[in-house]
């Protein structure tokens, strides 16, 4: 799961961080040691800020040093992709070249992957500390390095579905909405495992992975008795993607009874509330780890076994609108949306607003500044990804030579050889002219199969320009099959390519596609080619998924080693001898730029999987092409 | 006796095949062709004189494979290699094992005419060395356990009374049975024995 730094409280933290990131300079001239804070999400969210607050008042805690502490925004969602992970990697590695960090902080599952996959780039033996990682999340990404360290963030379903059976004493029946897919899958059996210790007067109804229509009518047609409970979900029953926060945001507006959710990006989607992450305390206790390392303590030594507090977030006008009992809440919620109490409790950051919109102007102007530097890197990364791409296209042909060679001197041969025959027919003075006629025509369709080959490869090697129209990604992956099923032959091993059923458009350049599969299977091919026979087996099929299309590469090999997976997609990286490490760097710069992904991942059953995903030309959108 | 050669084309590329056939075929040989090692093994080809024209690269077993099992079920066809891309290593190992010639394709009429006829000429030697040692053999197999012991001791270079007395019995019953012993043999000099006994072990041997 991807929960995000998240929309919380107001900015009660704006003015005090900002005043803490002018004042750090006077200090300057102490020992200092540099903490690096990469945050997931936009510089201005508020967990971000609270999350920066608790940080620096742990950092504090130790009066004998100054800890400067330097603050990076990634920005997901808003900016994301690989190529974007790599020029902002590259970056702070040399941004802060000179002022190398002692700590590096990572806040929330985005900057955490990023970091981890991006290491390389940006100081790749200072150990990490992250905050605002849910467990589900640190458990899908396997066991980490030994010198990342952080407690995994917890969040509180019992403790809500709790809380709404006080606010709501006359409720009976508890509705849990969960969705479909790995996240929905595993909020419903935890739900079910929960289900024992609900409040007695509780009955569960599971409405999991329940069709849209369905779950529409059934949430209307609630009573009084009736809560919801809901964690939001990635994929709805119809199997179509969404949000969490968006889920939440449907089954609020549809339910007729209160609905409650455990994620504090749920506060004003219409839930009443619930115990979510707090996001000060949260980076308060990362902090004590960040104190432990500067100290100088063995990052491996120190185990993660706490899980991180939570907070009770709570709408008010949802109380309102349910008929909520106030006393009944607890004293330690953080009420939103009160409108008189918020203002007069927050009446001098009103005042100092006006000040904090001053210094976030400048701090705009540099975003700004970076931002612009940041478009002309990706800009130099396209014309460069360009002649690389070409240039690897090159290599490609320069590994099939064999079987190009063998493609093409195999009716060679045979068209001399008939040649020959031909001539000893003219010497023997006979007649034989049907012999004759069959002898050209084998010649001549020999020729064409020669001919056919070179063309193929001519389309690979011209260095063309880039060109962006439809095409089929069946015919791509059918192209692929004929250049490298000799070669597969060649090597004794099975390149099972079935035609597909699911066929999809695709806008772009087809040739760098090509490229990008015939990369991914030459890979797969080279990663089972010294194992034994039955083993040596590699598979290609095409998925269609709404509008994206995914076509998969999968080898029954050794898998790729989790060290290496963060790197894979690096320029340089190889595991191979004669490797130049850069096919997977510009397949990712390909697929980039066709505004796909490409990922990889190791299977259960072993062996390795990659995934190109494209996004599908919809027939309006093709309407639209061709008008 | 093994009559006109015939030549076998093992090549799964039809076209290819088809026509090195065509050639053959128009230059007076008899061919037979097969699209793989399986096809060719299924083949019952008996004794009969010949040679191998092998690809090596073929679906399933390759042809260096085809090569090696042949020589262990001790076919003894002379082989030689087509190959489209050759590499140093393939062919190093092909001729290392016995192979006639190794060509890659394209390959022209005089290069094949001249490849195929050495590989018929060895195929030629080789039967007739063949013959000579089976007949040897057969002539050896002809001895009696006595006779053999008084073969190995004269090999050997023992005389007659050395013989007789390592054996236990007399000086005249040796002279008879080792004048057997050469009469069975087809030799007269103990030097034409010496040579006998030399081709013996060496055509034992693979």
Redesign the interface.
């Known amino acids: 799961m991807k929960a995000r730094w998240s929309l919380q409280r107001s900015g009660r933290g704006t003015v005090v961080s900002l005043i803490a990131l002018l004042s750090v300079h006077a200090f300057a001239e102490q020992q200092t040691r540099n903490v690096l804070a990469l945050y997931a999400n936009a510089r201005t969210l508020p967990a971000n800020i609270e999350a920066d607050h608790g940080l620096r008042a742990a950092l504090a805690d130790t009066q004998a040093r100054h800890v400067e502490v330097y603050s990076e925004f990634l920005d997901v969602p808003r900016f994301s992709g690989p190529s974007y992970a790599h020029t902002v990697a590259t970056f702070l590695g040399n941004k802060y070249a000179e002022h190398p960090p002692d700590v590096i902080f990572i806040g929330g599952s985005d900057a955490l992957a990023f970091a981890l996959v991006n290491r390389s780039l940006m100081f790749p033996t200072v150990p990490m500390v992250h905050a605002g990682v849910p467990t589900p999340f640190l458990k899908s990404l396997g066991k980490l390095p030994a010198d990342v360290i952080g407690d995994p963030m917890e969040v509180d379903s019992l403790r809500t579905i709790e809380l709404a059976f006080r606010l709501h004493p006359k409720a009976t029946q508890l509705i849990l909405v969960t969705g479909a897919g790995d996240f929905g899958k595993a909020w419903e059996t935890r739900l079910r495992d929960e289900a024992p210790r609900f409040p007695s007067r509780a009955t569960p109804h599971f409405f999991a992975k329940m069709p849209t229509e369905t779950l529409r009518e059934r949430l209307a047609a609630l009573t009084g008795d009736a809560v919801v409970f809901t964690p939001g979900y990635f994929i709805d029953g119809d199997g179509h993607g969404t949000t969490p926060h968006d889920a939440a945001t449907f089954v609020a507006s549809i339910a007729a009874a209160p609905v409650y959710g455990p994620y504090a990006t749920f506060i004003d989607t219409g839930v009443v509330g619930g115990y979510a992450p707090n996001f000060y305390e949260i980076a308060y206790q990362a902090g004590g780890y960040v104190n432990a390392v500067l100290d100088g303590a063995d990052p491996a030594s120190m185990s993660s076994t706490y899980s991180t507090p939570t907070a009770l977030n709570i709408d008010w006008r949802q109380v309102e609108r349910w008929g909520i009992e106030p006393n009944m809440i607890p004293k330690d919620a953080y009420i939103q949306f009160r409108e008189p109490s918020l203002f007069e409790a927050h009446r001098v950051e009103v005042f100092t607003a006006a000040g904090v919109i001053v210094l976030q102007s400048a701090l705009i102007i540099s975003m700004f500044v970076e931002r612009r530097r940041r478009h002309a890197a990706e800009r130099l990364l396209e014309t460069r990804g360009l002649e690389l791409a070409h240039t690897s296209r090159v290599a490609i042909a320069g590994e099939l030579t064999a079987s190009i060679a063998h493609e093409i001197n195999q009716p060679l041969g045979a068209i001399l050889s008939n040649a020959d025959t031909g001539e000893l027919i003219l010497e023997s003075d006979a007649d034989r002219r049907d012999d004759l006629r069959a002898i050209f025509a084998d010649i001549r369709r020999d020729d064409l199969r020669a001919s056919e080959v070179i063309r193929r490869l001519r389309t690979l090697l011209d260095n063309h320009q880039y060109e962006r129209a439809p095409f089929q990604i069946n015919d791509v992956v059918s192209d692929v099959s004929s250049i490298l099923s000799v070669e597969a032959r060649r090597r004794g091993m099975m390149l099972d390519i079935p035609r597909s059923s699911a066929d999809a458009t695709v806008v772009g350049d087809r040739i760098q596609i090509t490229q990008v599969l015939i990369n991914l299977v030459l890979n797969a091919m080279d990663a089972v080619c010294d194992l034994p026979e039955e083993r040596r087996w590699v598979v290609v099929s095409t998925h269609v998924d709404g509008d994206r299309v995914t076509v998969e590469v999968l080898d029954r090999g050794n898998g790729i080693a989790p060290e290496h997976l963060p790197q894979l997609f690096d320029s340089f990286f190889t595991t191979k001898l004669k490797g130049m490490g850069l096919g997977l760097s510009i397949a990712r710069t390909l697929v980039t730029t066709h505004g796909g992904r490409i990922w990889a991942e190791n299977r259960t059953a072993g062996g390795a999987i990659f995934r190109v995903e494209l996004p599908v030309l919809t027939s309006a959108q093709g309407a639209a092409n061709s008008a | 006796m093994s009559g006109v050669p015939l030549i076998h084309v093992v090549d799964d ?1 039809d ?2 095949r ?3 056939l ?2 053959l075929r ?2 007076g040989f008899d061919v037979q062709g097969y699209g793989s090692t399986g096809e060719f093994l299924l083949h019952p080809h008996g004794d009969r004189a010949g040679c191998l024209l092998l690809d090596i ?1 073929l ?1 399933g077993p ?1 042809g260096l494979d085809l090569q090696s099992v042949l020589h262990e079920h001790g076919v003894r066809l002379p082989v030689v290699f ?1 190959t ?2 050759g ?1 140093v290593a393939t062919s190093v190992r092909a001729m290392k094992a016995g192979a006639v010639d190794f060509l ?6 005089e290069q ?1 005419f001249d490849a195929v006829r050495r590989a018929l000429d060895r195929d030629a030697s080789d039967r007739n060395a063949r013959h000579d040692s089976n007949q040897l053999h057969g002539r050896f197999a002809a001895l009696s356990p006595r006779e053999r012991l008084i073969f190995d001791r004269v090999v050997a270079g023992r005389l007659n009374k050395q013989i007789a007395d390592e054996l236990g019995v007399s000086e005249r019953t040796v002279k008879a049975q080792r004048a057997s012993m050469l009469l069975k043999l087809r030799v007269e000099t103990v030097a034409d024995l010496g040579r006998l006994a030399d081709q013996l072990t060496r055509s034992r041997d693979p």
């Not at chain 2, 890659?104 to 009429?109: D, E, L, N, S």
Request: proline share 8%; aromatic share 0%.
């Open positions: 590329d076209s290819l088809t026509s090195l065509r050639l128009e230059a690269r679906p390759s087509l489209a891309h590499d890659t394709k394209p390959v022209g009429r094949l």
